[in-house]
C-alpha cells in the first residue's frame, strides 16, 4: 500500500520526537488563540426538573462498548519509557473510572518491534483503548498488517486514524503526501474488522470529509477542533527555523463548536460523533452533548492531572460531578435526554 520510503524519519529520531512534544507542551502555553466556542452556549435550566439528582445516568454506549460515563482521554503520547508511565497511568485510571482512552500514534511501536511498547493491557485488562496512528502513514510503508499489528498489541477495541496535515507541512521532518488516502481508507476499511474513528488532531474536520469517511465506512468521527493543544504551533516551537510558520497558522482550524455543528449537518443522526478540541471540563463536556456529540474527549487536563494518580481522581470526581449537576439542572436523566434537548440541528436525520 506504500508509495514512499520512509528513510529520515529513524526510531531514535521519533522517539526523540515524542519526547521533545512532551517537553514543550510542558513547558509553553501551546493552545490555539482561538476560543474553541463552547462560551456561546449557554445550557437551558430548569428551575423545577422533576427529579432526584441521584435519578441522573451518565453511563452511555459507544461503538459496542458500555462506559460508565461519556468520556474519552484524548490520544496524546507513548512509545518512549516517560510516555508509557503516563500512559499506563491513565489506562488504569480509565478502567477504574469506565471512560475510554485513546493512546498516541503507535508508528514508532511498527519499527521498533518492541511487544512492551503500549502494552497496556497488563495494567489494565478491561479498560476500553483504541489504537492510533496516522492515516497518511499508509503513504509511507504503513500497510493493512501493520494496522492490525499495532490492533493486536494493544489488544484494542477500536483503531483511531488521524489526520494532520497542518503539522505534518510545518514539522521539519513531516510527512507530506496526502493523496489518495480515501482509497487506501477503504482498501484498508475492507481488511479490517475493529471500529475505525477519523479524527483530527486540534484543526478540526470539515463537513466534507465527515461525509466522506461515513462513505468510506468509518464507525465514527472525532471532530477534534480548533481551540485546545494546537500541534502546529508546537512543531514551530520545536525548530527555530519553523517558528514564523508555528505562529502565522496557530489559529488555523474549524473551531470545535463549529466543526461539530458541521458535522451534525451532514451525517446521520444515529452516526457516532466525538468532540474534543479545547474541552476543559465537565460543563463543556455537557454543552458539546448538547451540541451534539455521543463521545467528549480530553486531552490536555487529563495529561496535566496525570502526574499524580491522587490529582487525576481529582479530577475524575470534578469532571463526573459536574457533568451529572449539568443533566439534574437541564432536567435531562441520561446524556440522551441532553442530546435530544439540543439544537435542531443536531437532531435532522440525514439519509
Not at 322 to 341: K, S, V, W, Y
Amino acid at each position: 500500500m506504500s508509495s514512499h520510503e520512509d528513510p529520515t524519519n529513524s526510531q531514535n529520531g521519533l522517539r526523540a520526537r515524542k519526547d521533545e512534544h512532551l517537553e514543550v507542551v510542558a513547558a509553553n502555553d501551546v493552545a490555539s488563540i482561538t476560543d474553541s466556542g463552547w462560551k456561546e452556549i449557554r445550557l437551558p435550566h430548569r428551575a423545577a426538573p422533576e427529579m432526584n439528582l441521584d435519578e441522573v445516568r451518565i453511563d452511555t454506549e459507544f461503538l459496542g462498548q458500555r462506559l460508565r460515563a461519556p468520556l474519552l482521554i484524548s490520544s496524546m503520547t507513548g512509545g518512549t519509557p516517560s510516555g508509557e508511565t503516563l500512559n499506563r497511568r491513565l489506562a488504569v485510571f480509565a478502567e477504574r473510572r469506565g471512560f475510554a482512552m485513546g493512546v498516541g500514534s503507535q508508528r514508532v511501536q511498527l519499527g521498533s518491534g518492541d511487544d512492551a511498547l503500549f502494552a497496556l493491557r497488563r495494567a489494565a485488562p478491561r479498560a476500553v483503548l483504541y489504537s492510533n496512528l496516522g492515516l497518511v502513514q499508509l503513504n509511507y510503508g504503513k500497510s493493512v498488517d501493520d494496522c492490525r499489528r499495532i490492533v493486536d498489541r494493544l489488544e484494542a477495541n477500536a483503531l483511531i486514524l488521524h489526520l494532520n496535515p497542518l503539522q505534518e507541512a510545518i514539522q521539519l521532518e513531516g510527512d507530506r503526501d496526502f493523496a489518495g488516502l480515501w482509497k487506501k481508507a477503504t482498501e484498508l476499511r475492507r481488511e479490517l474488522r475493529i471500529p475505525l474513528i477519523l479524527k483530527e488532531v486540534g484543526c478540526g474536520l470539515d463537513a466534507d470529509t465527515c461525509r466522506r469517511a461515513r462513505e468510506v465506512g468509518f464507525d465514527a468521527v472525532d471532530v477534534a477542533g480548533l481551540g485546545g493543544t494546537h500541534w502546529g504551533y508546537i512543531e514551530g516551537l520545536r525548530s527555530p527555523s519553523r517558528r514564523r510558520l508555528g505562529e502565522l497558522f496557530r489559529d488555523w482550524g474549524i473551531p470545535t463548536r463549529e466543526a461539530l455543528h458541521d458535522a451534525r449537518a451532514v451525517l446521520p443522526r444515529d452516526y457516532p460523533v466525538i468532540a474534543s478540541g479545547g474541552i476543559r471540563d465537565g460543563l463543556e463536556a455537557a454543552k458539546a452533548i448538547y451540541a451534539g456529540a455521543d463521545l467528549v474527549g480530553l486531552a490536555a487536563p487529563f495529561l496535566r492531572a496525570a502526574h499524580s494518580e491522587e490529582s487525576l481522581e481529582a479530577f475524575g470526581d470534578e469532571i463526573t460531578e459536574t457533568l451529572r449537576i449539568a443533566h439534574f439542572a437541564t432536567g435531562c436523566r441520561t446524556p440522551r435526554d441532553l442530546r435530544e434537548l439540543g439544537p435542531s440541528e443536531s437532531k435532522r436525520e440525514v439519509k
